[in-house]
């Protein structure tokens, strides 16, 4: 056990999803925000639609683990979150569109989902890319090198 490895369950990232996970969770029980009422929901969207929210959201922590463990795929473990996370984001604003969340239930979802995208899109960024390493500059290793190929070459003239 590597005691310099972060635990997954110690990220920002990974407790704002597992605080998504619970958020939605409760929207399908039926538990209100304080002060709106409840929209009827059918029952497909209930166990259809909010479980599969649900169940993307909960692999979404399972990716964040992932990638806190490999981090050799680290770029492609975020790079599959934000796919994840997408699927959720249609799905909600679908369901925010047709009534079956309140407005305030939509936003309290967008909010944390918003938030989590940027997370993971730094991460993702401050990774390795799959053409080389980034640096500080945000540059790929392989414009750097080649950088210090023409000064090398200058160098020599």
């Known amino acids: ?20 996970c619970k958020l939605i969770g409760q929207y399908q029980q039926g538990h209100r925000v304080k002060g709106d009422r409840q ?19 909960l692999r979404l922590l399972d990716v964040v683990y992932e990638a806190n463990k490999y981090k050799s795929k680290r770029y492609y473990a975020y790079d599959s979150y934000l796919e994840i996370h997408q699927g959720i984001k249609s799905r909600v604003r679908l369901m925010g569109e047709l009534r079956w969340l309140t407005t305030r239930q939509t936003s309290n979802i967008m909010s944390l989902l918003d938030k ?31 950088k210090q190929d023409t000064a090398a070459d200058d160098d020599i003239r």
């Open 1 to 20: 056990f590597n005691t310099y490895k972060m635990l997954a369950d110690k990220l920002s990232i990974y407790v704002d999803t597992f605080n998504l």
């Open 39 to 57: 929209p009827t929901m059918p029952k497909f969207a209930r166990y259809g639609i909010m479980n599969d929210c649900l169940s993307r959201a």
């Open 116 to 146: 989590t995208g940027r997370q993971a899109t730094a991460l993702r960024n401050a990774s390795q890319s799959p053409c080389g390493t980034l640096t500080a500059a945000g540059e790929s290793s392989h414009y750097g090198a080649a």
